[in-house]
Every structure is written in C-alpha cells, then in structure tokens.
C-alpha cells in the first residue's frame, strides 16, 4: 500500500513558477512509474508528465512540455514537477499517481495507476 501526499499549490500570476511535490509513504516508489495529471474543472482528469519505471525516462504532454520538468528524489521517496512559464490554461487540481508494472504505452492512461494523492490546487491568474 502506497499512500501519496500532494503540495505546493498555489495562486500565481502568468509566467510564474510552482514546484509540485508528490511525497509516498508506506513503501518505496523509486522503481515506480510516477504520473502527474491535472483536472479543471468540467473537464476530464489529463496527463500531465510521468517518469518511467525502467530508467527513469520522463514523458510530458505537448502542453506543458518545455515548461515542465518531472523529477525523482529518491532519498526522499518524492517526485517533483517543476512548473515554468505558468499559463492560465495551467489552472487545474494536480494529482500524482503511482504504479509498480505500468508498461511504457499506458503512462498517459489515468486509469492504469494504482495508487493516488489528494490533489493540489494550482491557480494561474491572468
């Protein structure tokens, strides 16, 4: 059982920076698929970034890629994303997500993850 805690959310103006950060408890994630999505509002919940099990690999939306950076503590067991550049269309509640056996073609996949955090919310003012 993995429990996953969400923080540093917040309001910041267009253009800012947010560091995202997903802390685990309970076991281990370092050998983990880490997954970050977003859900706004009326909409459906999206990918955001993940970073693979198997090497480490990191994978973004075309959205946010080039803004965003996902990225592994593992000292600390968290994975961070980094958030630059910050949009208005960035507003959403940020989740993290975790799984031990993902494969490579369902990181993008919410429904693949096993284990999930509160959210945080993230609020870019224009």
């Known amino acids: 059982q993995v429990h996953l805690v969400e923080s540093g959310g917040g309001l910041v103006q267009t253009g800012g920076s947010l560091t995202l950060t997903c802390e685990a408890s309970g076991r281990m994630i370092n050998r983990d698929t880490v997954g970050w999505f977003r859900q706004a509002p009326g909409k459906e919940r999206e990918f955001v970034a993940a970073i693979f099990r198997s090497g480490g690999k990191s994978y973004y939306s075309d959205s946010v890629k080039g803004r965003f950076t996902i990225s592994r503590d593992n000292g600390k067991n968290t994975v961070r994303l980094q958030m630059n550049s910050l949009k208005p269309e960035d507003t959403a509640i940020y989740y993290c997500?975790?799984?031990?056996?993902?494969?490579?073609?369902?990181?993008?996949?919410?429904?693949?993850?096993?284990?999930w955090g509160q959210g945080t919310q993230v609020t870019v003012s224009s």
């Open positions: 997500a975790t799984d031990g056996s993902l494969i490579l073609s369902s990181i993008r996949a919410a429904t693949q993850y096993d284990y």
